[in-house]
């Protein structure tokens, strides 16, 4: 089993640049084939496997480069700044993107837990956001057997589950595995933090409420928070509403629109606040964004 079989498949059903629906919940084809400067973007729990080509993304105020040696794993929603700069016609970006089902990912990460020996010591690291994980060959033939389905309705219909908790298994069980099981399984509360957060961005919500919500002292929640995104509580909030409202404004929205629908009240401290994060005001954001294409959450 190798990438190129993937690659393939990926080509039958797509002869031009975009993202395609496969019939297998949660699973996108991806091609891009003129490069994308990095645009913000949040991530939710995914799976990004490149098969060919790079892309860039910027999170915690580092530049992270991504090609087809490791696959990308996002283990809960981030912040994030993303793009294709070096891609091209020779050079296309080729890969799936895979949307985790929570509930499904759940169930088999506690089951796994439930099925360990008593005698095994339970990893009690915390998860990293995002980080990357080496294709190996259970995940590699998870992916293949279960884009294989796609070009099969029957198969797909009465098998599109289980080789689905297959590549899921495949990764618990691949070198994320630990950061997934933190994020999903037994101890998720640093992931149902940033589940909290990024449901109620509109909100004012304290550091004290969020350590309290989840029986943490303010310092232990401040350390483990950073330790799986990068930022601090107070950075992780800010990025999350300027990335919303920058996509917002991308799509069309007026600026004070965005601005209101991502929590703030103050116009004059959004737009200073945006300049900070992107170099452009809000308006120079949006002009620029008349004749770029936007960034993908792939």
């Known amino acids: 089993m190798n990438k190129e079989q993937i690659e393939r498949i990926i080509n039958r059903k797509m002869t031009t640049s975009g993202l395609v629906e496969t019939g297998i919940q949660g699973v996108q084809l991806f091609k891009v084939t003129e490069p994308i400067q990095c645009a913000p973007a949040v991530y939710e729990p995914s799976i990004t ?74 990893n009690r690291q915390t998860p990293q956001g995002v980080l990357t994980a080496t294709w190996d060959e259970p995940f590699l033939d ?49 992931a149902r933090s940033i589940e909290f957060l990024s449901s109620h961005l509109t909100e004012t919500v304290t550091i004290e409420e969020l350590a309290n919500q989840i029986g943490m002292s303010r310092a232990v929640f401040h350390r483990k928070f950073k330790q799986a995104t990068n930022m601090s509580p107070i950075q ?14 991308a799509e069309g929205t007026n600026v ?27 308006k120079q954001w949006a002009k620029s964004k008349e004749t770029t294409e936007s960034s993908a959450l792939w």
Not at 86 to 93: D, R
Not at 236 to 249: D, P, Q, V
């Open 49 to 122: 496997a490149i098969v060919r080509g790079s892309k860039e993304a910027i999170w915690g105020g580092k530049k992270h480069l991504y090609d087809n040696n490791n696959y990308i794993c996002c283990t809960m929603s981030m912040p994030i700044e993303t793009g294709t700069p070096e891609t091209s016609p020779e050079n296309p970006l080729i890969g799936v993107y895979i949307s985790l089902n929570s509930k499904l990912m759940t169930e088999v990460a506690l089951e796994m837990e439930s099925a360990k020996s008593s005698h095994t010591a339970t």
């Open 142 to 190: 998870a992916l293949y057997r279960l884009l294989l389905l796609d070009e099969h309705s029957m198969d797909l219909a009465i098998l599109g589950k289980s080789r689905l908790r297959e590549l899921y298994y495949a990764i618990l069980n691949g070198p994320a595995g630990n950061s997934f099981k933190r994020a999903f399984g037994v101890g998720n509360e640093i």
């Open 236 to 249: 992780f909030i800010k990025s999350m509403r300027l990335n919303n409202a920058a996509m917002k404004i």
């Open 256 to 282: 004070n629109v965005a601005a209101m629908d991502v929590g703030y009240i103050s116009s004059s401290q959004f737009s200073r606040e945006f300049k900070r994060m992107y170099g452009l005001s809000p």
